[in-house]
């Protein structure tokens, strides 16, 4: 991963949830995951648009993994005697309502940032709930996110290789989804229950995040410096352009799927020389 684990992850110190006396805001951030989980019924979208069979074999697996956590998550919520609800608005919107339009926003914006930004979290609740099952499950949904989030990243770079034009375009969507998580930050910090021991750190986990957001999007090449560091005139130009490049991005990108391309993909050549 461009961010190994003892990177991202945030030292909570000896802070911790205990899941008796934590049951409601738990049961919510678990709430918020079960959806997450269960978006990832997506990767049936992308299956059918995969760009060579090994992509699309990864995504098999991956559709089969999100499921499994799907149970774990309803296990969790079992444990915490929480029953399922819903998810937030905000969560909703970010996880379903910016799909990407091709392959490579896909595996950038929902693979390599998205999925890190969900290892963040699951690196910190693991860290935190008091729970040796709990934990136990979380740490095997981790192992998962991890090749998931490697993935995207790979794909991420072989698809700015072959288009490099691209890139404005995919800088400008991380862009956008910092900013948001910026605007974010008070409005959630305000409804955090008072006087915890993890939550007290939560200001300073949030800015961990977000900086690691940055880090991500400089590995991936996306840009040179952290986005705080681009000019707001920068930035401007870069949003007000999104819409345009990204309607040119999908026009021209290729669609043909495997069913058109599988002669000439790795897996038939490879052994076709063999
Ligand atoms: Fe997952
Ligand atoms: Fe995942």
Redesign the pocket.
Known sequence: MLIPRNELQFDFDAARFRPAADRDFLGWVFDQFLYG?VT?IQCGHWLYRAPTLRAAAFLARQAA??LS?VKRVIRILEILEHPPGRAHGAVKFLSTGMMGGTWGEHVCMEMALGEGLVLTIFYALAATIENDEIRKIIES?IL??EKHVEFGERETRDWLQTFPGDRKTLLAGALVQWLAMGWLRNFALKRLPKNHSVLEKFPAFYDHTLAKFELRVQRLGLSDRPLREISWAARFGLIFALPFRQFAMRLRRPKRLLTATYLSDDWVVKSNSD
């Open positions: 989980e990832g993994e999100e956590h949904a998962d996110e």
